[in-house]
């Protein structure tokens, strides 16, 4: 039986989920468009899984060629600079051979001995890095979704960012990285440190939303469907009012429910058993 979600990324296949298809459509149609994307958001909201989809999508995709790499910044928080970018370095060509390992293919030489020969130092290195593997790349569209921004050592932010403003801003439309996601939890306002030259299209912002309450509706009918235990409406609707529609809330609600509180199970009237302060006002 599944269960919902509290603990990291949500997997379809174990947990109940939001599918979040229009959120979903709207950031892979920023992604075809070759756009820097950035999401801020507070933790527990469902940013890992949702760009985790996203780029399932994306390898999935037979209109486009697209090779999707992610990162995680969260362990580089006290690192020097040079220290970052050749742990950077490394963690890139891992990614690079996971990828075309679960293509089941080998990458070409030349590729294979830029990935051996390259040493990232600095910023700069990293720009002519990425410049040597989009031309060996070719036709592929190489997508990079970096997630705990936050983590990037403070004093190679400027530079990191920099460097990636110079690839949008002159790069053609086989510029590499083609499309950037940047994931963190802190405002946006932060990664402006030159308001005269920002590194990515601010306007391009993209918002993850709490969940609709049509959203924990269906979330809560998946549990109904394999179960057969219902919620009733009003109990939908005070999980949604009390949780805001907080992704990490509803689920943790729902989970309370149905698996810590003895309910039986051919019972639908949660409103007197809701944890304390989600009763309804009489």
């Not at 507070?42 to 989809?53: A, L, M, N, S, Y």
Request: aromatic share 12%; hydrophobic share 40%; charged share 25%.
């Amino acid at each position: 039986m599944k269960t919902f979600g509290t603990y990291g990324p949500v997997n379809p296949e174990e947990n109940y989920v939001v599918s979040r298809a229009v959120e979903l459509a709207d950031f892979i149609n920023r992604v075809k468009q070759g756009r820097y994307i950035v999401i801020f958001a507070p933790r527990q909201t469902g940013k890992t899984t949702f760009f985790q989809w996203a780029l399932e999508a994306l390898t999935v995709d037979t209109a486009e060629t697209y090779f999707p790499i992610e990162l995680n910044f969260e362990v580089y928080e006290n690192y020097s600079a040079p220290d970052f970018y050749n742990s950077l370095y490394r963690r890139i060509g891992r990614e690079i051979a996971r990828v075309f390992q679960k293509r089941g293919i080998a990458p070409s030489e030349a590729l294979r001995q830029l990935l051996e020969n390259t040493k990232l130092t600095d910023h700069v290195a990293m720009m002519e890095f990425f410049e040597q593997l989009g031309e060996l790349l070719g036709d592929e569209k190489l997508i990079l979704i970096i997630d705990e921004f936050d983590g990037i050592p403070r004093d190679a932010v400027s530079g990191f960012l920099r460097s990636l403003r110079n690839i949008y801003v002159h790069g053609s439309m086989r510029k590499c990285p083609y499309s950037l996601g940047v994931v963190g939890v802190k405002s946006i306002a932060q990664l402006n440190l030159d308001r005269s030259i920002s590194p990515f299209n601010i306007q391009d912002e993209f918002t993850l939303p709490n969940f609709t309450l049509e959203q924990v509706r269906a979330l809560l009918a998946q549990y109904t469907d394999e179960v057969g235990q219902a919620f009733a409406p009003e109990v939908v609707e005070s999980i949604h009012r009390q949780t805001a529609g907080q992704p990490f809330l509803v689920n943790r609600f729902a989970q309370i429910l149905t698996e810590e509180m003895d309910i039986p199970k051919k019972r639908t009237d949660y409103n007197r058993t809701l944890p304390k302060g989600t009763r309804r006002n009489s």
